[in-house]
């Protein structure tokens, strides 16, 4: 973009000073939920209330002791629980304020790039086509803008904008907060920002970052009303019961609530928004901004990965490698002491005129950084002409002009750069002479260089044509760019296919270096098979098909065409992530199950259109948030299981005492003292557990998966089950043995507790023995083990706790037992793991892909 004239931009301190005195460049937002409506929101849980409940039925009982104990212990899972919800609104906040729009201003006489929120009155803002109007801005300077005001007009055709010193300061000159840029370039100054700008002051606000319900969020919603209905009239039955055998109303009520409390899952939408929240977060910590939570569960089914070639799977850092005419060529990398010959002079010269003199495109900063370094000192350096008009690339020509007027000179100098062929149309070059560049253009994009043509006219009448072949160009010669692949890209795209997961190159590059790049990215074999944009567009949707089985490589695509690709995908079942960048990308990137755009480069449009931002812009980044979608999605599975595992003992010893005569094993304090193990368990060690060792070997899960399926239930059933009749088994034989039903309640509820540490040990890891990953891993697994055993050690030694739980202390024997028995059910575990593990290599092997 060209430097505005006049204006450097505020320093860094005079912007300081003015985001002191305004505020930051917002509109007023919803208020978030402060810390006393988070508390409100948690206290009027069901679980909570059933609780207040039990705590009334024991003081109609008598039992005011019981009844304060209990309440106090109400009072320390809130505690926790609020704890745990506050650090996900935390989450979510940093989140939204990591997705606001970013503006491009001049600082101390630099470029910056800067969160939209720091812009004051007075910046000097640069805009390209793609850009969200950060603030109310004046235009300084304009080349083919048109500008989207729908969101405050509702009028959907673009405006035309100028710059005030073509059509002095009025509403063709400013550009308002919120609109989009969809076509052209600018520089403006600031001259308001949020509430006072146009779209503060009628009120508009953003919408906050997770708001949408996901899949796997009305899912679980429907599994929690249908278990919470069931456990209900289960919990009433269990009443009616009670009284109808014992003729005790108020026990009765007592035990329904006991009931109640041990089936009703809230913890299930707790845990998920939990789990998607940090997840959300962790991203945000590797420089992925999730913008869509439910991009997140699909991540780990990912099966294609469409990418561009510019900044993803290269290093985005252009250089100009070689210079090349008919007369002679120069290799910029290895000049030696050689200058560049006078004959290449005039290349240079055009290819610089045809860019913006303050670039932000890497291929134009690096042509105006060669053309300062290697025409330094000569009469090819023209700082002082006017640019008249400029024509910008466009779908139907991938070459862009500017017209220029030098002060000695009355009529137009031309300057064009663009793709080869496109030069050589627009020269109207013979048949020979054009073979001839061609075959220069294929040795120069075999060895991966990136070929611009550039091409010069002179135009002397007053008024200029309505498009660039209206110009009678003469040929001048090709640049050959030069773009390094990341190191760290084969090794990505090789754990890729590892995975399971094809990597593919959408790029708009010259076949030979889409294929050049694409083998030093792995990504293509010696013998990779591309497909261009020309033939592409030849194809019906049948042979389309057929050519996407085995094309990695795709080039010369025009941005319509990454629609129809990504479609093309989605038909053959295939879960699409899809980079972009442009403006011309969001409807691909819309269309994709996972839009992926680039933070750094890309536009704002592309951003909102977007799922994902990867505000570092490489292809590692991606190979790391499906890294993290893997191991988010099978955790929460495991969090799941335990769940599931966990709450069939409890219900069984609440119903099963009742219906067989013996006295209450589970009481509302041993509930709640199991809510203190199993929330914890289920939102910090789960939710924190690495991801297991072969998760990246092993190929993307079905994605038509759901969380909850016959797999998770069996295996939670089966763990539980077996745990349900070595504790009935364990209560039958020490009140059997001793007569004494209170050291049989604490001999099992001991053994219980223990053997749900046990439970959460096994089911960390799926695939390997739980003696084989150890405890270090997972610190917060350690830090609640450590929590829960002196929690036990002051139910049974402090005399007041011990006669709420209705405990009385255990011999030697009983403590051996229930260590036995904590042991004997983490063996049980693990067989049920190992069974569930064999069965499944079984089916694979069975069911060939």
């Given at each position: 973009m060209d430097k505005p004239q006049g204006t450097e931009g505020l320093t860094a301190a005079q912007a300081a000073e003015r985001l002191q005195k305004d505020g930051p460049n917002a509109l007023p937002a919803?208020?978030?939920?402060?810390?006393?409506?988070?508390?409100?929101?948690?206290?009027?849980?069901?679980?909570?209330?059933?609780?207040?409940?039990?705590?009334?039925?024991?003081?109609?009982?008598?039992?005011?002791?019981?009844?304060?104990?209990?309440?106090?212990?109400?009072?320390?899972?809130?505690?926790?629980?609020?704890?745990?919800?506050?650090?996900?609104?935390?989450?979510?906040?940093?989140?939204?304020?990591?997705?606001?729009?970013?503006?491009?201003?001049?600082?101390?006489?630099?470029?910056?790039?800067?969160?939209?929120?720091?812009?004051v009155v007075g910046d000097l803002v640069l805009l390209a086509e793609g850009d969200r109007v950060p603030a109310d801005m004046e235009l300084l300077s304009a080349s083919n803008l048109t500008a989207d005001e729908s969101l405050l007009t509702g009028e959907s055709v673009p405006v035309v904008k100028y710059?005030?010193?073509?059509?002095?300061?009025?509403?063709?000159?400013?550009?308002?907060?919120?609109?989009?840029?969809?076509?052209?370039?600018?520089?403006?100054?600031?001259?308001?920002?949020?509430?006072?700008?146009?779209?503060?002051?009628?009120?508009?606000?953003?919408?906050?970052?997770?708001?949408?319900?996901?899949?796997?969020?009305?899912?679980?919603?429907?599994?929690?009303?249908?278990?919470?209905?069931?456990?209900?009239?289960?919990?009433?039955?269990?009443?009616?019961?009670?009284?109808?055998?014992?003729?005790?109303?108020?026990?009765?009520?007592?035990?329904?609530?006991?009931?109640?409390?041990?089936?009703?899952?809230?913890?299930?939408?707790?845990?998920?928004?939990?789990?998607?929240?940090?997840?959300?977060?962790?991203?945000?910590r590797e420089n992925i901004l999730a913008r869509s939570i439910p991009a997140i569960e699909l991540l780990g089914a990912t099966t294609v990965l469409c990418v561009d070639k510019t900044g993803t799977l290269t290093a985005n850092s252009m250089v100009v490698a070689r210079i090349w005419s008919q007369e002679t060529s120069y290799d910029c990398r290895y000049p030696g002491a050689a200058a560049l010959p006078e004959l290449l002079h005039g290349v240079l010269e055009?290819?610089?005129?045809?860019?913006?003199?303050?670039?932000?495109?890497?291929?134009?900063?690096?042509?105006?950084?060669?053309?300062?370094?290697?025409?330094?000192?000569?009469?090819?350096?023209?700082?002082?002409?006017?640019?008249?008009?400029?024509?910008?690339?466009?779908?139907?020509?991938?070459?862009?002009?500017?017209?220029?007027?030098?002060?000695?000179?009355?009529?137009?100098?031309?300057?064009?750069?663009?793709?080869?062929?496109?030069?050589?149309?627009?020269?109207?070059?013979?048949?020979?002479?054009?073979?001839?560049?061609?075959?220069?253009?294929?040795?120069?994009?075999?060895?991966?260089?990136?070929?611009?043509?550039?091409?010069?006219?002179?135009?002397?009448?007053?008024?200029?044509?309505?498009?660039?072949?209206?110009?009678?160009?003469?040929?001048?010669?090709?640049?050959?760019?030069?773009?390094?692949?990341?190191?760290?890209?084969?090794?990505?795209?090789?754990?890729?296919?590892?995975?399971?997961?094809?990597?593919?190159?959408?790029?708009?590059?010259?076949?030979?270096?889409?294929?050049?790049?694409?083998?030093?990215?792995?990504?293509?074999?010696?013998?990779?098979?591309?497909?261009?944009?020309?033939?592409?567009?030849?194809?019906?949707?049948?042979?389309?098909?057929?050519?996407?089985?085995?094309?990695?490589?795709?080039?010369?695509?025009?941005?319509?065409?990454?629609?129809?690709?990504?479609?093309?995908?989605?038909?053959?079942?295939?879960?699409?992530?899809?980079?972009?960048?442009?403006?011309?990308?969001?409807?691909?990137?819309?269309?994709?199950?996972?839009?992926?755009?680039?933070?750094?480069?890309?536009?704002?449009?592309?951003?909102?259109a977007a799922a994902l931002v990867l505000l570092k812009d490489d292809f590692s980044s991606l190979l790391l948030a499906v890294r993290h979608g893997r191991c988010l999605f099978a955790n929460l599975r495991k969090a799941i299981v335990f769940i599931v595992a966990v709450h069939v003992p409890i219900v069984g010893l609440s119903i099963l005492p009742v219906l067989l005569g013996w006295p209450m094993l589970l009481m509302p304090v041993h509930i709640l003292f199991l809510q203190m193990v199993i929330d914890p368990a289920c939102s910090i060690v789960f939710e924190a557990e690495p991801i297991e060792a072969g998760a990246m070997l092993s190929k993307p899960r079905r994605p038509d998966m759901h969380l909850f399926d016959r797999d998770l239930l069996v295996r939670g059933l089966l763990q539980g089950i077996g745990l349900l009749l070595m504790l009935l088994g364990v209560f039958a034989y020490v009140r059997w043995s001793l007569q004494s039903d209170d050291v049989a309640r604490t001999t099992t509820f001991l053994a219980l507790v223990l053997s749900n540490l046990g439970l959460i040990h096994v089911n960390r890891q799926w695939t390997q023995p739980s003696w084989r990953s150890g405890v270090r891993s997972n610190q917060a697994f350690i830090w609640i083990s450590m929590a829960t055993l002196l929690l036990l050690l002051l139910a049974l030694g402090v005399p007041a706790l011990r006669d709420l739980f209705g405990f009385a202390l255990p011999g030697m024997a009983q403590l051996v037992m229930c260590c036995l028995v904590a042991m004997l059910a983490t063996l049980w575990f693990?067989?049920?793991?190992?069974?569930?593990?064999?069965?499944?290599?079984?089916?694979?092997?069975?069911?060939?892909d």
């Amino acid at each position: 973009m060209d430097k505005p004239q006049g204006t450097e931009g505020l320093t860094a301190a005079q912007a300081a000073e003015r985001l002191q005195k305004d505020g930051p460049n917002a509109l007023p937002a919803a208020r978030p939920l402060g810390a006393a409506g988070l508390l409100i929101e948690v206290v009027v849980e069901p679980m909570f209330l059933l609780l207040v409940g039990c705590g009334v039925i024991y003081l109609l009982l008598g039992d005011r002791n019981e009844a304060l104990m209990l309440l106090a212990f109400v009072g320390i899972v809130i505690g926790m629980t609020f704890f745990q919800r506050r650090r996900t609104e935390s989450s979510l906040r940093a989140l939204s304020d990591l997705s606001s729009p970013r503006a491009l201003v001049i600082r101390d006489g630099n470029q910056e790039r800067i969160a939209g929120r720091e812009l004051v009155v007075g910046d000097l803002v640069l805009l390209a086509e793609g850009d969200r109007v950060p603030a109310d801005m004046e235009l300084l300077s304009a080349s083919n803008l048109t500008a989207d005001e729908s969101l405050l007009t509702g009028e959907s055709v673009p405006v035309v904008k100028y710059g005030c010193s073509e059509d002095g300061v009025g509403p063709a000159s400013l550009v308002y907060s919120g609109t989009l840029i969809t076509q052209g370039t600018a520089s403006g100054l600031v001259v308001a920002t949020g509430p006072r700008s146009a779209l503060g002051r009628i009120g508009a606000s953003l919408v906050t970052l997770g708001s949408e319900l996901t899949p796997i969020q009305l899912q679980t919603r429907r599994v929690v009303k249908q278990v919470t209905i069931g456990g209900l009239a289960l919990a009433a039955g269990l009443a009616l019961a009670y009284w109808w055998l014992r003729g005790e109303g108020l026990q009765g009520l007592l035990a329904g609530l006991t009931l109640a409390m041990a089936v009703l899952p809230e913890e299930l939408p707790v845990i998920l928004t939990l789990f998607l929240g940090l997840g959300a977060w962790r991203l945000a910590r590797e420089n992925i901004l999730a913008r869509s939570i439910p991009a997140i569960e699909l991540l780990g089914a990912t099966t294609v990965l469409c990418v561009d070639k510019t900044g993803t799977l290269t290093a985005n850092s252009m250089v100009v490698a070689r210079i090349w005419s008919q007369e002679t060529s120069y290799d910029c990398r290895y000049p030696g002491a050689a200058a560049l010959p006078e004959l290449l002079h005039g290349v240079l010269e055009y290819a610089v005129l045809a860019s913006h003199r303050r670039a932000f495109d890497p291929m134009e900063s690096a042509i105006v950084r060669t053309g300062a370094s290697l025409l330094a000192n000569t009469e090819h350096l023209h700082a002082d002409w006017q640019l008249v008009d400029d024509y910008p690339l466009s779908r139907q020509m991938l070459a862009m002009s500017r017209v220029w007027q030098s002060p000695d000179r009355s009529g137009f100098l031309v300057a064009a750069k663009g793709a080869p062929e496109a030069i050589i149309d627009l020269c109207h070059l013979p048949p020979a002479r054009a073979a001839a560049i061609a075959t220069e253009v294929q040795a120069m994009a075999d060895s991966g260089l990136r070929v611009i043509g550039i091409a010069r006219a002179i135009f002397a009448a007053p008024h200029l044509p309505d498009n660039q072949h209206g110009f009678d160009f003469e040929f001048l010669g090709l640049l050959g760019m030069h773009d390094p692949v990341r190191p760290e890209v084969p090794d990505a795209v090789a754990q890729c296919h590892a995975a399971g997961m094809r990597v593919v190159m959408i790029t708009g590059d010259h076949p030979a270096t889409a294929s050049a790049i694409a083998r030093q990215a792995g990504i293509a074999g010696m013998a990779d098979k591309r497909l261009s944009g020309n033939d592409l567009a030849m194809l019906d949707d049948t042979a389309l098909q057929e050519r996407l089985a085995d094309t990695d490589v795709f080039c010369r695509i025009a941005p319509e065409q990454k629609l129809r690709l990504v479609l093309a995908f989605r038909r053959r079942g295939d879960i699409v992530a899809m980079t972009g960048d442009g403006v011309n990308d969001a409807p691909a990137l819309k269309a994709a199950h996972i839009g992926v755009a680039m933070g750094a480069r890309g536009t704002d449009v592309a951003r909102e259109a977007a799922a994902l931002v990867l505000l570092k812009d490489d292809f590692s980044s991606l190979l790391l948030a499906v890294r993290h979608g893997r191991c988010l999605f099978a955790n929460l599975r495991k969090a799941i299981v335990f769940i599931v595992a966990v709450h069939v003992p409890i219900v069984g010893l609440s119903i099963l005492p009742v219906l067989l005569g013996w006295p209450m094993l589970l009481m509302p304090v041993h509930i709640l003292f199991l809510q203190m193990v199993i929330d914890p368990a289920c939102s910090i060690v789960f939710e924190a557990e690495p991801i297991e060792a072969g998760a990246m070997l092993s190929k993307p899960r079905r994605p038509d998966m759901h969380l909850f399926d016959r797999d998770l239930l069996v295996r939670g059933l089966l763990q539980g089950i077996g745990l349900l009749l070595m504790l009935l088994g364990v209560f039958a034989y020490v009140r059997w043995s001793l007569q004494s039903d209170d050291v049989a309640r604490t001999t099992t509820f001991l053994a219980l507790v223990l053997s749900n540490l046990g439970l959460i040990h096994v089911n960390r890891q799926w695939t390997q023995p739980s003696w084989r990953s150890g405890v270090r891993s997972n610190q917060a697994f350690i830090w609640i083990s450590m929590a829960t055993l002196l929690l036990l050690l002051l139910a049974l030694g402090v005399p007041a706790l011990r006669d709420l739980f209705g405990f009385a202390l255990p011999g030697m024997a009983q403590l051996v037992m229930c260590c036995l028995v904590a042991m004997l059910a983490t063996l049980w575990f693990e067989c049920v793991k190992w069974a569930l593990a064999r069965e499944r290599r079984r089916s694979t092997v069975a069911v060939p892909d």
